[in-house]
């Protein structure tokens, strides 16, 4: 069996779009996932606020890693966000990923992105299919 850093090393290296972000491994655990990254010019729409679609897209990848980390191939079937403040160009960003249910075909996982002083950004929840495929 592999471990969650092992795990996250397959998923990652052939991850372009996690790599695109610029996306940092802070930690790999079993059921989490603690990321940081940068909000970079490109990220930012017209409003010059990062796109929903950026901390979206961050929080997918922390809840991909963390539900993976059991070495189980799992696949998201529903997700949801909220954005409860914008983010600026160069502003960085930390997403913490916890299991909070596991069973063996289902588990349910919640995301906190917050900026790197502690506030609180977007609140994201996903539920994933267990495959029965390891990694």
Known sequence: MKTPSEVVDLMYNNDAYSQWLGIERIADGLGTSHLKMQIRKEMCNGFEIAHGGITYSFADSALAFASNSHG???????????????????????????????????????????????????????????????W
């Open 72 to 134: 189980v191939k799992a696949v998201s079937v529903e997700t949801s966000i909220s954005h409860v403040l914008p983010l600026h160009h160069l502003d960085r960003i930390e997403a913490k990923a916890i299991e909070k249910h596991r069973s063996r075909k289902i588990g349910v996982y919640e995301v906190e992105i917050s900026k790197t002083d502690g506030t609180l950004v977007a609140l994201f929840k996903g539920t994933v299919y267990f495959t029965g495929k390891e």
